[in-house]
C-alpha cells in the first residue's frame, strides 16, 4: 500500500507571499465599507492622518498584526489584525516622533487589553529614545465588552503621560469623539489640536447630561472644538479640517527639542539681527488707557514676522506665542492691551502659567513683554480664587530656569508688575522703552489714596488732585526711576529692541540654573 507524501513545507518565498497579504488585510481593516464611511463623515484612516503627519516613507509600525486574546460577547469570532489602534514611528523634518492612531473603522477604535498594550509599548519607547510623542484620538472610550480591563489599559496611559510630562513632548490630535476618561490622557499632555464638527471632548454626552440635569445641548455645543478652544481652555488649537490641523502639527514640533536634555532646534534666517525696528515708534500710544494689539510688536521683532500663537482663542488679554529670533525659538508672553486693557485675569494667569512652564520644561527661553495695569479686581474673580490662580502663573516664573528677560513697554501697575517676570522675581535682564510706568499704582489712584484728605479739605479739589498726580508721576512714576534702583538694567530706544533682544539671548544661551534638591515643589492649584 502506497503512503502518500506529506506536503512540503511553504517556502520563505510561500510565506513572504502569505505576509504579504495579511499586512494588506491588516491595514485594509475588516470591513471595506469602513473606509468609506469613514470617508463620508470627513474624517481620514488612521494611516492616511499618519502620512499626513510624518515625511514620506518615513512610517515604521509596529504590532500591526496584534490581535485581542478576550471572549464573551461574541468577541472571540471578531478579532482584527491592529485592534483598533495603528504604532510606530517616522520623522517629522528629519526628526524622530513616536505616533499612535485610533482606528475608528475597527471597534470604534474602542480600547482594549490589546490595545492599550500597544500604546503603552509605545509610549515606553518613546521615553527610552527621547523624542516626542503624538496621539492621534479618534476613539469611542473604553471597549465594554472587556470590562475593567479596559479601564486598567487607561490607566496604564495616564500613568505614562504623567511620567513623560517634561521629558518628551507630549501632541494630542482630537480628530473624532473622546468621552469618559478618555479624555484625561489629551488634557495631560502639553498641546491640544482639535478639528471642528468631528471632534468632541466632554467626561459625560449630552445623553448623560440632559438626563441628570435637563439640559439639552448638541455634542459640539458641549464639547466642540471651538468650546473648548475659547470658553474652557482645554484645546490650544482648533481647525476646520484634519490637513491643515496635522500640518500644524508638524510646524509645531519644528520650536520643540525631541527631549528636556536637548537645546530647542535652530533654523537658518535671513532676518538680520540687527534690523531696526523703526516702526516701534509708532505703535504704542503715549496714553496709558489707549489700546493697541501687541502682536504688532512680536510681528516686528520676531524672525520674519512669523510666530505661532497658543490658546488664540482663550484668555485673549494674554498672549503667549513660539518665534524664532536670530534662529533660536523662543516662548513669548504678551499682555494684550487690545483685550481688557491687558489686565491679569484667572483664565489669562493659567493659560500663562501653563505655558511657561512648557517652555522652562522644553528649554526655551522667555521674553516677556509688560504692559499691564494690574489685576483685574472683581467679586467674582476674587471668589473664584485670583489669588491662588495669579500665583501659579507667579510660581511658574519663579521657578523657571531657563534664560529671561523681561521687556516693559508702557504700564506696569502693582503686584501684576511682579508676576511679569520682574527683575525680583529672577528675570535675567529687565528692559525698558523710555515711556514705562513703573509703580504701585497709576498717578490718578495714588494721589486719590495719599492726598484723599487734603483733596477733600482744598477750596479747588480738582486743581490739588491734578497737583499732585502730577507730582506723584514727577517723582515716582518716570521712566528712570526703575533704573536708577537697579530694576530695570536699561532703558532702551525701541527701534534697537530686536537686536538687544537677540543680543540678550546669545549672551544668555550658556544659562545653567541649579535646581534646589526636591522631590518636586508644591505649586499652588
Known sequence: ?????????????????????????????????????????????????????????????????????????????????????????????????????????????????????????????????????????????????????????????????????GVIPQISVMLGPCAGGAAYSPALTDFVFMVRDTAQMFVTGPDVVQAVTGEEITHNGLGGADVHASASGVAHFAYDDEASCLEDVRYLLSFLPANNREAPPTTPTADPPDRRNDRLLDVIPAEANRAYDVRTVIEEIVDDTEYFEVH??????????????????????????????????????????RFVQCCDAFNIPLISLVDVPGFLPGVDQEHQGIIRHGAKLLYAYCNAGVPRVQLIMRKAYGGAYIVMDSRSIGADLSLAWPGNEIAVMGAEGAANVIFRREIAAADDPQAVREQRIKEYREELMHPYYAAERGLVDDVIDPRETRSVLIRALEMLHTKHAEAPARKHGNQPQ
Not at 469570532?77 to 517616522?90: I, L, M, Q
Not at 482606528?103 to 492599550?116: M, P, S, T
Not at 498594550?117 to 516626542?132: F, N, R, S, Y
Request: a neutral charge; aromatic letters at 6%.
Open 312 to 353: 488664540e482663542a482663550w484668555a485673549p488679554n494674554i498672549v503667549c506665542a513660539f518665534a524664532r529670533m536670530g534662529g533660536r525659538p523662543v516662548g513669548i508672553v504678551a499682555n494684550q492691551p487690545a483685550h481688557l486693557a491687558g489686565v491679569l485675569d484667572i483664565q489669562a494667569s493659567e493659560k500663562a502659567a
Open 1 to 165: 500500500m502506497l503512503v502518500a507524501e506529506p506536503p512540503a513545507p511553504p517556502t520563505p518565498r510561500d510565506r513572504l507571499g502569505e505576509l504579504a497579504e495579511i499586512k494588506a488585510a491588516a491595514r485594509q481593516g475588516p470591513d471595506p465599507a469602513a473606509t468609506l464611511r469613514q470617508h463620508s463623515k470627513g474624517k481620514l484612516t488612521a494611516h492616511e492622518r499618519i502620512a499626513l503627519l510624518l515625511d514620506e516613507g518615513s512610517f515604521t509600525e509596529v504590532e500591526a498584526l496584534r490581535r485581542h486574546r478576550a471572549t464573551g460577547f461574541g468577541l472571540e469570532g471578531r478579532r482584527p489584525y491592529s485592534d483598533g489602534v495603528v504604532t510606530g514611528w517616522g520623522t517629522v523634518h528629519g526628526r524622530t516622533v513616536f505616533v499612535y492612531a485610533h482606528d475608528f473603522r475597527i471597534f470604534g477604535g474602542a480600547l482594549g487589553e490589546a490595545h492599550a498594550e500597544k500604546i503603552h509599548k509605545l509610549m515606553d519607547m518613546a521615553v527610552a529614545a527621547g523624542a516626542p510623542l503624538v496621539s492621534l484620538n479618534d476613539g469611542a472610550g473604553a471597549r465594554i465588552q472587556e470590562g475593567v480591563t479596559a479601564l486598567a489599559g487607561y490607566g496604564g496611559i495616564f500613568q505614562r503621560n504623567t511620567r513623560a510630562s
